[in-house]
């Protein structure tokens, strides 16, 4: 299994609750299918996230977030495997 935690800057900020919503219901259901679990919090402009799942699956979930261009200023804390 592979952990991975990041943060990032939104290129637009998230005043609407509706979209906020949305982003969070998409990035559950993605997951989901993709056998990822962790947690994403959004305060202030900033994105962070922990990732966690199998290394392929993981690996292809944050290349998305990178090329996401909702996300700008993408930083990697931390990616480790763990049992």
């Known amino acids: 299994m592979q952990r991975l935690l990041y943060i990032?800057?939104?290129?637009?900020?998230?005043?609407?609750?509706?979209?906020?919503?949305?982003?969070?219901e998409g990035s559950i259901r993605r997951n989901k299918k993709n056998d990822?679990?962790?947690?994403?919090f959004y305060s202030g402009g900033y994105f962070i996230q922990l990732l966690e799942g199998s290394r392929d699956a993981v690996s292809e979930t944050f290349l998305r977030i990178k090329s996401d261009?909702?996300?700008?200023?993408?930083?990697?804390?931390?990616?480790?495997?763990?049992?």
């Open 36 to 40: 990822i679990t962790g947690a994403l």
């Open 69 to 83: 261009s909702r996300h700008t200023d993408v930083e990697v804390f931390f990616s480790e495997e763990v049992s």
């Open 8 to 24: 990032s800057y939104a290129a637009e900020e998230f005043s609407e609750p509706a979209v906020l919503n949305a982003l969070v």
